[in-house]
């Protein structure tokens, strides 16, 4: 953590003061499921172009907790995932920054560092876990269960959309009394997301069990970016399964945007977000 904040303060981000002050969780209290090497801290990668921290090799997950203001804070919770292909983790682009956002809004932020490089099934046990946690201890952050969302970018989309259709599936042996809460998030937001048309064709991946009990979701993309098809086919199966959904393709803005105002795309998911939210009261 102390690197973390070191390199976020030679890149002159605003967010390191909430960072050195958050509450972290450490999602397996003992050993971590399917995980054969040891806990240790999160790896920084040397790499911190265009101000993005990136993290490697995470064996020890762990959740980042930003509470929301007691001025404005609404009682609702979002989990945020981010991308960076289950390689890597755009922790502080797809993190910190969303958290800080989501906070002036009054949500209660919670950053999820899950596993990486590559582990896609150990992700999703993360996801699961995370969701639970949160939800079993809602009242510590004075939140309402029923009203705790998550929101991925690119991979983190990926795993958002996993998490928000196989909530039901048991993919890890029961760790303690937080497991028997819910892992089903109240509403997914997807981001630019990613691998979600792995499917013929270039249809929906199989794995993503959408349906009439998938919870709403709001999905935003650009039409230049590489990995459109995923918000387009993920939408259309939503839309098919008549989930509450709202997508939208903006014309340009590439990939990997996050919410800096520099790419109008960045500068636009943000508003019509928040007004969604608004209109399905979370």
């Known amino acids: 953590m102390k690197q973390l ?6 890149l002159g981000l605003n967010v390191v003061v909430n960072a050195q002050k958050k509450t972290t969780i450490h999602l397996w209290p003992d050993t971590v499921p399917d995980e054969s090497a040891a806990k240790h801290a999160a790896v920084v990668t040397p790499d911190t172009s265009n101000n993005i921290v990136r993290l490697t090799d995470v064996t020890d997950p762990i959740l980042e907790v930003f509470p929301a203001s007691s001025k404005n804070r ?23 920054e969303v958290a800080e956002w989501l906070n002036k809004l009054g949500y209660t ?8 490089p590559k582990k896609e099934s ?7 876990r995370a969701m639970r946690i949160v939800r079993s201890r809602a009242a510590e ?5 029923d009203k705790i969302g998550m929101l991925g970018f690119s991979a983190g989309g990926s795993l958002t959309a996993r998490a928000s259709t196989r909530y039901n599936e048991p993919t890890y ?27 013929p064709g270039n249809s929906l991946t199989p794995e993503l069990l959408v349906d009439a009990q998938t919870p709403p979701a709001f999905l935003f993309a650009t039409a230049d ?27 340009k803005g590439g990939h990997g945007y996050g919410l800096r105002t520099n790419n109008a795309a960045g500068a636009t ?5 928040e007004k969604w939210l608004v209109s399905i009261g979370y």
């Open 5 to 10: 904040c070191t390199i976020l303060m030679m």
């Open 74 to 96: 609404n009682g609702k919770a979002v989990v945020i995932c981010p991308g960076g292909g289950y390689a890597i983790l755009a922790i502080n682009h797809e993190g910190y």
């Open 109 to 116: 932020a919670f950053v999820l560092q899950y596993r990486v």
């Open 122 to 128: 150990g992700a999703l046990q993360d996801a699961q």
């Open 141 to 145: 952050w004075k939140l309402d269960p």
């Open 173 to 199: 042996t029961p760790v303690d009394k937080a497991d028997s809460a819910s892992a089903k998030p109240n509403f997914s937001v997807l981001i630019y997301p990613a691998y979600l048309d792995k499917g």
């Open 225 to 251: 970016d590489p990995y459109a098809n995923s918000a387009l086919v993920m939408a259309a199966a939503l839309r098919n399964a008549k989930v509450n959904v709202e997508q939208h393709l903006y014309p």
């Open 269 to 273: 998911w943000p508003l019509l977000l």
